[in-house]
């Protein structure tokens, strides 16, 4: 699948989010740049179906389809749209992600399931207090359980801290498996990534899903 954004902006004058084109496709991902508390949640309810823009175009596969958007394209931990609430324990997120997707979600099944992705020993932790690259690990794999879900968009990872490489080969990874991703984030994680992504091609790395220096499409760091 592909997903275009062209021109897309809200508000008034684009203050909510200037215009904005990106794309991501199936078995790569891209990085798109945004500032401000809300541009990266507005960005992403954009590029997931689940908000109109004002000006500008989302096409699915080459024309427009918010209600196919909205059924193939996860939105993952956007800032006071989707993310888990303070305070609500990993088994607690677990239980009602698997809900929705329509597995059982009864506390047996919920420990099994961390247990399969190594996450047992968080099971009682609660969420905001796990580190970045094992919170969005969680989210995203929990995720792709829906049925139907060809694409992730991954919003604002680098607000948790941490080292945008880990995020950025957890995106990599996911590409890898075939999913289309997008993950919005800043301006620091994205020079960050172009420094090594720019660093690796110098020394002439071969750059793989868990380098994390990888190469960023249309979108991305341009």
């Known amino acids: 699948m592909r997903v275009e954004l ?14 904005t084109t990106i794309s991501f496709e ?3 991902a ?14 992403g309810l954009i590029a997931s179906g689940r908000m109109t823009p004002d000006s500008g175009e ?13 059924r193939r ?13 303070h305070g609500v324990t990993v088994a607690g997120v677990a239980a009602e992600e698997l809900m ?43 995720a792709i359980l829906r049925d139907d879900v060809e694409a992730l968009v991954v919003v604002a990872p680098d607000r948790h801290g941490g080292d945008p490489l880990e995020w950025w080969a957890l ?8 999913f289309a991703v997008l993950v919005v984030a800043g301006d620091a994680s994205s020079a960050a990534l172009g420094a090594a992504d720019l660093i690796a091609r110098l020394h002439g790395t071969d750059v793989d899903p868990d380098s994390a220096a990888a190469e960023l499409l249309e979108g991305g760091l341009a």
Request: no cysteine.
């Open 6 to 19: 062209r021109g897309v902006s809200k508000g008034r004058r684009g203050h909510a989010l200037p215009s």
């Open 26 to 28: 199936s078995g790569r």
């Open 30 to 43: 891209s990085l798109a740049r945004a500032e401000t508390e809300l541009r990266p949640s507005i960005l």
């Open 58 to 70: 989302v096409l699915l596969d080459g024309r427009a389809d918010r209600k196919g958007l909205r």
């Open 73 to 85: 394209v996860a939105l993952v931990d956007a800032p006071s749209v989707n993310d888990p609430a």
């Open 100 to 142: 929705f997707a329509g597995i059982p979600s009864n506390p047996i099944s919920v420990s099994r399931w961390l247990d399969q992705l190594g996450f047992a020993h968080l099971a009682r932790r609660a969420i905001d207090t796990v580190a970045p690259r094992e919170r969005i690990r969680l989210l995203t794999e929990l």
């Open 171 to 178: 995106a990599q990874d996911l590409a890898a498996r075939g």
